[in-house]
């Protein structure tokens, strides 16, 4: 149980009536990990968009 506990979710919602978020949401439905994806920007974002590619790489490898 204490799995569990360690585990902590962050809902995105989306207002498909404005058009800039359903384009964001119809992207983001492309994705077959959405948490990945939202990760992977944070991170990037985290390190001022300057993540190398060899990063993002391990960063996959973690997430299987």
Do not use: C, P
Request: hydrophobic share 35%; charged share 40%; net charge positive.
């Amino acid at each position: 149980m204490r799995k569990e506990l360690d585990l902590k979710t962050k809902g995105v919602s989306f207002n498909l009536l404005d058009q800039d978020q359903k384009e964001l949401y119809d992207h983001a439905m492309k994705k077959s990990n959405f948490s990945g994806y939202v990760k992977r920007l944070m991170i990037r974002d985290m390190l001022g968009n300057h993540a190398t590619k060899e990063f993002n790489r391990n960063l996959r490898v973690r997430e299987k």
